[in-house]
């Protein structure tokens, strides 16, 4: 069964740089069925996606944060990150990492999630 | 960018059907993925291609999609069904979308 588990610092100083790993087990982040995302949630509001990408490299980004993202791949070490940039405030939110299914575009698979803050 | 319209929230009694709808210009052209989430725990799949459910989900949920009307329905509801459900859609300039969720009570 494969498991997903985010890591990174749960406090970030305004107009700095969030950044989040997310480790897969049970499972190659190299399967060619799967494309590799970030969601998040701020407290009591609805999910979000941030983008996604290939194990090839390739990714795709919400376009409302497509200036501010960077998601990348670590296959020898199964696993991928996010930096989102020049965070604020609205950035404060649960972000959970995900294995999305090529085919029809949907997560099948979420990491138990992670709060993120952002407060000086 | 592509827009998904869902109740805020729906109520029904136990042993009672739920219906939970999700609104989208022409989302019966698309796949809808339906997503339960409970208070502090990450989504969980329960519906994909409008009407498959993945294993481990009870026959309970299923799901349907034409027009511009995508419906997620809960037979015979459990007092465990109480949660947030998304409705989901892959759109290929907006990327992943979601719905704003609908919290499901049970009376």
């Known amino acids: 069964q494969v498991q997903l588990q985010e890591s990174g610092p749960g406090l970030v100083k305004p107009s700095q740089t969030l950044s989040l790993t997310c480790t897969v087990s049970?499972?190659?982040?190299?399967?060619?069925?799967?494309?590799w995302s970030w969601i998040r949630q701020p407290a009591g509001k609805g999910l979000e996606w941030i983008g996604r990408?290939?194990?090839?490299?390739?990714?795709n980004y919400n376009p409302s944060l497509k200036s501010r993202v960077t998601i990348s791949v670590d296959t020898s070490k199964n696993q991928f990150s996010l930096k989102l940039s020049s965070v604020t405030a609205a950035d404060t939110a649960v972000y959970y990492c995900?294995?999305?299914?090529?085919?029809?575009?949907?997560?099948?698979?979420w990491g138990q999630g992670t709060l993120v803050t952002v407060s000086s | 960018s592509y827009v998904l319209t869902q109740p805020p929230s729906v109520s029904v009694a136990p042993g009672k059907t739920a219906r939970i709808t999700c609104g989208g210009n022409?989302?019966?052209?698309?796949?809808v993925h339906w997503y339960q989430q409970k208070p502090g725990q990450a989504p969980v799949l329960v519906i994909y291609?409008?009407?498959d459910r993945p294993s481990g989900i009870p026959e309970r949920f299923s799901g349907s999609n034409s027009g511009n009307t995508a419906t997620l329905t809960i037979s015979r509801v459990e007092a465990g069904d109480e949660a947030d459900y998304y409705c989901?859609?892959?759109?290929?300039?907006?990327?992943?979308?979601f719905g704003g969720g609908t919290k499901l009570t049970v009376l």
């Open positions: 291609y409008d009407s």
């Open positions: 049970g499972g190659s982040i190299s399967s060619g069925s799967y494309y």
């Open positions: 022409n989302i019966g052209s698309k796949s």
């Open positions: 995900a294995r999305v299914v090529w085919v029809g575009g949907y997560p099948d698979y």
């Open positions: 990408i290939y194990t090839s490299g390739s990714t």
């Open positions: 989901q859609v892959w759109d290929s300039s907006s990327e992943g979308v």
